[in-house]
């Protein structure tokens, strides 16, 4: 393990040379650009389907895609921004096959996925908070974040994420959504609007309990 | 200038964050001085200073959203994944031997060592035996019949082939789950418990995992959702095993075998894998029985 992260280290190569060399036919350069955006692939994800599981599907995805395409992607172009485009479609693909597979499982089946779901936002809380209470309004925080976002439809999410976390313009985003940019931008300000319904009460009381004294 | 409305506050926000004008304005151009106009309206209204204070913080929160951190070598962890799925490039392959002087001997001797695994070469190995078995069934059946009832026959092979394939699958999974809630901890059972190995599991449960993926998606692609959807959930048990330490705690253990039992994964993979075996024992069941079984099966 600690040889290979070594070899990417020396190897040093920038995007550019570790796509030529790809496309030259020296597949293990392709790793150089793996090893590099895996992970930022990967919070994309996470915020885009919400679980690790398919997150960690979306990134090998993306990157097995990104190589079979690689002939395709434009020297100009950055491999990041590219890359994050692939997993976007992707990710809105995993989210509409969700979405039908769900509807075809029993509302029990459901309801314990989702209790697992929330689950897994309690345990992501960082150790070390000062207080019990601290600790259970971070995790209410969080579980209203979570359900927030999952209650965005999977193109208001995809929209939101690549604006907001991936920094992609609205051509961009307009182009992984298969919509005009006038329909991308109304995405973007609708998640947003629904964000603000869902969060804003929440974040009115934390407002009024830090403004008495009363924030734990 | 009137109160600007929530969208485009919503676009100064973000043009804040971009730190000039942005692609949510007016598209002749108008996107700095319509940002201009807002600034200067912000200063003097109070409300609308105060509406875009809730945008931000409703926003600045999101941010903090936790996002679990995949680990260090999670990158490595991706490429081991990939690399045996991804095609030569451009290569022929008299011309592998020569290729190394394009790459480090040290990736290529670890991409190598990697796809070479024993558990991969066994997981890819299962596979390539599975399609190897559907090719040639395809072409015995084919020598027989009318074009119609050929492509049927091959299908229905095929599919009887995936039938067996995923149901001896099915079969291995259950056996480490079933080793798993039956696995002792160290040191005796409860709080005095120390610690569970289950390395032995994990290994298997690693193999499991990538045949796991491709019958998955096999199923998926064969419309069987029902398949598909059973795999899918042991896919997130296995995944969960294959990612614990070697050596857990009792409590870490414990919450393993509580995800396993929750679920009723086992009882599913049980029931799918009987299912799988009776159609495997029926080789050419009637019309009327494959829609008994798969009725049985959504059921689940």
């Known amino acids: 393990m600690n040889r290979m992260r070594q070899s990417v280290e020396v190897t040093g190569d920038t995007d550019a040379v570790a796509i030529e060399r790809t496309l030259a036919g020296d597949r293990d350069a392709f790793r150089v ?43 100009r172009a950055n491999f990041g921004t590219w890359v994050y485009r692939i997993a976007s479609n992707y990710a809105i693909d995993r989210m509409r096959q969700r979405k039908s597979e769900d509807s075809q499982r029993a509302p029990a089946v459901r309801a314990t996925e989702e209790g697992a779901a929330e689950m897994d936002v309690m345990s992501m809380v960082p150790d070390g908070a000062p207080s019990p209470e601290r600790l259970a309004q971070s995790n209410q925080l969080a ?33 992984a959504l298969e919509s005009s940019s006038s329909a991308a931008k109304n995405t973007v300000f609708r998640a947003v609007q629904k964000l603000r319904q869902a969060l804003g009460p929440f974040m009115e009381q934390r407002g009024q309990a830090r403004a008495m004294g009363t924030e734990l | 200038m009137k109160h600007p409305n929530e969208e485009e506050l919503i676009a100064y926000h973000d043009s804040k964050l971009a730190g000039g004008p942005t692609d949510f304005g007016t598209e002749d151009g108008g996107d700095a001085a319509q940002r201009e106009a807002i600034s200067t309206h912000l200063k003097e209204c109070p409300e609308c200073k105060t509406e875009l204070d809730r945008i931000d913080a409703v926003l600045a929160v999101l941010d903090s959203m936790p996002v679990p951190d995949p680990g260090e070598d999670y990158g490595q962890r991706v490429w081991k994944q990939i690399a045996p799925r991804l095609p030569e490039k451009r290569r022929r392959w008299w011309e592998f031997g ?62 009887r082939i995936l039938v067996m394939a995923v149901g001896e699958h099915l079969g291995r999974s259950e056996m480490v789950l079933v080793e798993l809630s039956n696995a002792m901890p160290v040191g005796g059972t409860g709080t005095n418990a120390k610690q569970v190995n289950i390395a032995a ?25 029902a398949i598909a959807g059973v795999l899918d959930e042991l896919e997130r048990v296995l995944l969960d095993v294959a990612h614990s330490p070697q050596e857990v705690s009792a409590a870490q253990f414990e919450t393993i075998r509580e995800r396993i039992e929750s679920k009723g994964i086992l009882f599913k993979v049980r029931v799918v894998g009987q299912e799988l075996h009776q159609r495997e024992l029926s080789a050419q069941p009637s019309p009327g029985e494959g829609r008994a079984t798969q009725n049985e099966r959504k059921k689940i």
Do not use: C
């Open chain 1, 33 to 75: 650009l793996v090893e590099r955006h895996s992970q930022s692939v990967f919070r994309l994800a996470y915020r885009m389907v919400g679980n690790q599981h398919d997150a960690e599907e979306v990134v090998q995805e993306a990157f097995l895609r990104a190589y079979q395409k690689l002939d395709q992607f434009a020297e």
């Open chain 1, 143 to 175: 579980a209203h974040m979570r359900r927030a976002l999952i209650e965005l439809s999977p193109a208001e999410r995809t929209a939101f994420v690549m604006r907001h976390w991936g920094g992609s313009g609205i051509e961009e985003i307009a182009a």
């Open chain 2, 98 to 159: 020569l290729s190394k002087q394009s790459s480090s001997p040290v990736q290529s001797g670890s991409v190598w060592a990697a796809s070479l695994h024993p558990r991969r070469l066994a997981a890819f190995g299962a596979v390539a035996a599975l399609m190897i078995v559907a090719f040639i069934a395809g072409r015995v059946t084919t020598k027989h019949g009318t074009p119609d009832a050929t492509i049927a026959d091959s299908s229905k092979v095929r599919e």
């Open chain 2, 201 to 225: 599991e994990q290994r298997r449960a690693e193999t499991l995992l990538d045949e796991n993926r491709l019958y998955r998606q096999t199923a998926l692609e064969q419309g069987d959702t």
